[in-house]
């Protein structure tokens, strides 16, 4: 119990080091859709505005590799549901994921990109400008603490949080085995 203790300080250390704040279940700044789900996680790791949290979002998603066509239309929705005051999620994943956060960010929206690793990484590691937009302009989110890498267990984990916080989930272009499903 006491390395767990002393394991858990750290982490919190570390976190306000990086300007990442930690919202427990029983926050009131805790997601009320997110906590409505079967398995909601105990804890959020947030960088950025906490209380993009408690706003109506729908998110954004599709496949990785996407057309050109499915990038064009993650951006345009992304862009006319923040000209609509909707917060956009989504994973900042490669193909429509970024498409959609930065249609969001181009009509000066509010965009949630929730990760598959710690807040103190940025995967893909190209999306690090975005990702600190996003963090600027709305928030970036996991249940994984500084540290966390990026697994390919920890993405279904984190699709889960997309569509807690989420009153409605578009899936703009996926394979029948995607994620995004």
């Known amino acids: 119990a006491s390395a767990a203790r002393e394991a858990a300080s750290a982490m919190l250390a570390q ?10 279940c029983f926050d009131e700044r805790y997601p009320v859709l ?3 789900i079967p398995d909601p996680p105990p ?4 960088r950025g505005d906490t209380a993009v949290l408690a706003r109506a979002a729908v998110a954004v998603l599709g496949s990785r590799a996407a057309t050109d066509y499915a990038r ?4 345009r ?7 609509r005051g909707i917060v956009v999620t989504s994973g900042l ?3 429509v994921d970024s498409a959609a956060h930065a249609g969001c960010l181009g009509s000066e929206g509010t965009t949630v990109a929730v990760l598959g690793c710690g807040l103190d990484r940025v995967y893909p590691a ?3 400008d975005l990702a600190a937009s996003v963090s600027e302009q709305g928030a970036l989110v996991s249940e994984l603490g500084p540290g966390a890498p990026p697994l390919p267990e920890h993405f279904p984990l984190r ?8 009153l409605a989930v578009v899936v703009v272009e996926a394979s029948e085995k995607s994620g995004s499903l």
């Open 72 to 75: 064009q239309v993650g951006e």
């Open 93 to 95: 994943a490669r193909g």
């Open 15 to 24: 976190a306000a080091r990086l300007g990442i704040e930690p919202v427990a």
């Open 34 to 36: 997110l906590a409505c």
């Open 126 to 128: 190209e999306h690090a």
């Open 159 to 166: 699709n889960r949080i997309i569509s807690g916080i989420s």
């Open 77 to 83: 929705l992304g862009s006319e549901l923040a000209r």
């Open 43 to 46: 804890v959020l790791w947030v």
